[in-house]
């Protein structure tokens, strides 16, 4: 698995994408599409994705470990954005010339303040010492996961006194299967991940419910898919069309360090699905907290797993608590 950092650039599409005036099948209030042609993208191409390795793109909400207060720490995903009226300028902007590329921004007056300890993505760009929004008018960044009531899904995931999170990744002894563990904070550091869970995202892989929530870690990159076809449109849409393509979309590793992704609404297709790849394989509970010297008590996600140790379900919809 290729290990990221606090990496969040723009991720091209495997195509060269174009712009549709039709209503967005993937966000609401979207007045237009982004579709793709049959044409490989330029930088696809350049880094030899034909030789990297496709992996599952996971539905969740990004997140980041690093360190915060002298230890290993799990960061949200916090964009610094535009005041109101320095966001009208730049939509009038980009109506009258047609992109955002000649926008100056006052990031002291322009740009909405952000909690104390939000540092920016590694690879944002910077003017006279300070962070500048992309092309979108945003600064992507990180926020350190206390526990507010904001984040109290990524905070149910952690438990900084043992220094671990609950994961969700494959389980190595048995192929095609899964497994809910615990690993230590300090083992995951300079990562992303992906939190999913019954709050994120509206769920799409159904895992837990609302009187009894259940949220995991993915490391980003985890689930390498086999066997793909030839990277044309006719083929990738027979392949996502088979129980191995019931996924969100395609994100490959490139040598070079890239990454190249492909969306199911590129292609025209739906999502989220009935059923999907990551929820029909079977999954292990390897949740055991006798090895940490600290009480878990108050963690309660921690603590409910506990006791269902050594478990084995025939789908992730099937770990339910108590």
Known sequence: M????????????????????????????QTFQVVATQTLNTAALNADVRNAVPT????????????????????????RKPTKQAEKRFKKHIQSKGSSEDFVWNVDEDIKEVPEFWIPAKEVKCCKGKPYPDENGHIPGWVPVEYQK????????????????????????ESGSLEVCTVYLADLLEQTLELVGTNINGNPY??????????????????ELKDLPALNQHSLVSWFSSQEGQVEGIVWHCRDGSLIKLHRHHLGLCWPLPDTWLNSKPVRVNVDLCKYECDFASSFLFSQLSKKDKLQFDRLGDILLE
């Open 2 to 29: 290729r290990r990221l950092g606090a990496v969040q650039q723009k991720v091209p599409c495997l195509f060269v994408t174009q712009v549709k005036n039709e209503a967005s099948t993937k966000r609401e209030h």
């Open 206 to 223: 159904g895992i837990g419910n609302k009187k009894h929530p259940l949220h995991f870690l993915i490391p980003h990159g985890v689930f």
């Open 150 to 173: 904001q984040y109290c899904w990524h905070s149910c995931v952690v438990n900084y006194e043992a220094g671990v999170a609950l994961v969700l990744k494959p389980r190595e002894e």
């Open 56 to 79: 599952e793109k996971v539905d969740g909400t990004c997140c980041y470990v690093s360190e915060h207060k002298g230890v290993p720490y799990l960061w949200a995903r916090l964009d």
